[in-house]
């Protein structure tokens, strides 16, 4: 079974910076990204990175995050800077695609972390 073991959350205050990390088990990952779900709303990507590392961003963080990656151990990473209390949520890692053993497994999900901002 696919794990994806994600740490880094935590609470800050506005302006300050996190970094999110998720490591993957398995040994080929496709397409790995970050989405974010605050109370009462829906889930909403945040960042997104290719294995051949092309990104996208939401357009509430741009410039204010940076999505990177690491093939060889399939972990991904989310540094947030100049985060804002609309930032506060629970911020999961998904993976598109992941080869383990024999077997590709899809759309797999962490289990969340927390992410609070203060103002």
């Known amino acids: 079974q696919v794990q994806l073991v994600e740490s880094g959350g935590g609470l800050v205050q506005a302006g300050g910076s996190l970094r999110l990390s998720c490591a993957a088990s398995g040994s080929i990952a496709s397409t790995m990204a970050w989405y974010r779900q605050a109370p009462g709303k829906q889930r909403e990507l945040v960042a997104a990175?290719?294995?051949?590392?092309?990104?996208n961003y939401a357009d509430s963080v741009k410039g204010r995050f940076t999505i990177s990656r690491d093939t060889a151990k399939n972990t991904v990473y989310l540094q947030m800077n100049s985060l804002k209390p609309e930032d506060t949520a629970v911020y999961y890692c998904n993976v598109d695609r992941i080869l383990m053993g024999y077997r590709w497994y899809t759309d797999c999900w962490g289990q969340g972390t927390q992410v609070t901002v203060s103002s």
């Open positions: 990175i290719t294995r051949t590392g092309s990104t």
